[in-house]
């Protein structure tokens, strides 16, 4: 992988997944783009060579307090953000379309027992759209970012004061993006509907694809640093 290789950061959205492009060493040539289905972005021009993705990646067979040792370990970073990492369940309650059914089998496949929440269970639909592509050969390119983690990093390894919704902390996310070279004219225009996805979607996009750069980089921070994998090999890591 070179500088002039293009990455990508992908985010879930409601009509599908905001993706935004751009070369390594040319974050002014970024491009923001919207596609319905996640196979799409493996297919998309100039083949990233990274894909970051703010999405699990990596299910355990049975989930612990806390959820995964990722999830544990980068939540402990973001101070007052830390509830923007959720406890990722087992993959069995992931299967499930029925939110009672994931409950019971959330209860069986986690130690100690408990259910999942509503806000969770409605994120399952994108987890397993992209575990039913995922290999661990597809995980040296697809890998799983967390946009907190990289304005964490970015902030000089500090958490962010301010919540995303505010309109303060939607300022304060776009300087440190501004801060990591990409120019204020990519954040002064409506790219798409609110019905298809929010400015906080784009923001977080743009965040992971400068995860995806800074892999290429060398800067990038994986947690934890030798991850384990679950039961189809997949690494259950978190990169920022």
């Known amino acids: ?9 992908v985010d879930g959205c409601r009509a599908g997944w905001v ?3 751009r070369p390594v060493a040319r974050p002014g040539d970024a491009q923001v783009r919207l596609v319905q289905q996640f196979s799409e972005v493996l297919e998309l021009p100039g083949a990233p060579t990274i894909i970051a993705i703010d999405i699990p990646i990596g299910l355990p067979d049975t989930s612990g307090t806390g959820g995964r040792h990722c999830d544990i370990e ?9 509830s923007s990492v959720f406890s990722v369940p087992a993959r069995a309650a992931v299967a499930e379309t029925d939110y009672r059914k994931a409950c019971e089998i959330a209860e069986r496949h986690s130690d100690p027992s408990r259910k999942i929440s509503k806000q969770t269970f409605n994120l399952f639909p994108k ?3 992209v575990d039913a592509l995922m290999t661990p050969n597809l995980q040296n390119r697809v890998r799983e970012c967390h946009p907190e983690v990289v304005f964490w990093r970015l902030n000089g390894k500090r ?8 309109t303060g902390g939607s300022a304060l996310r776009k300087s440190l993006l501004l801060a990591a070279g990409y120019p204020s004219s990519l954040f002064e225009r409506q790219y798409f509907p609110r019905s298809s996805a929010l400015d906080d979607d784009i923001i977080d996009a743009f965040a992971c694809a400068t ?3 800074d892999m290429v980089a060398g800067r990038a921070i994986r947690f934890p640093k030798c991850p384990p ?3 189809r ?3 259950m890591e978190i990169w920022g």
């Open 233 to 235: 090999g997949l690494r």
């Open 74 to 82: 980068v939540r402990k970073l973001l101070g007052a953000r830390k």
């Open 19 to 21: 993706v935004v492009l």
């Open 159 to 166: 958490p962010l004061a301010l919540a995303k919704k505010p």
């Open 211 to 213: 995860a995806a750069a």
């Open 127 to 129: 987890i397993r759209e």
């Open 1 to 9: 992988m070179t500088a002039d290789d293009w990455v990508a950061g």
């Open 229 to 231: 994998c679950d039961g």
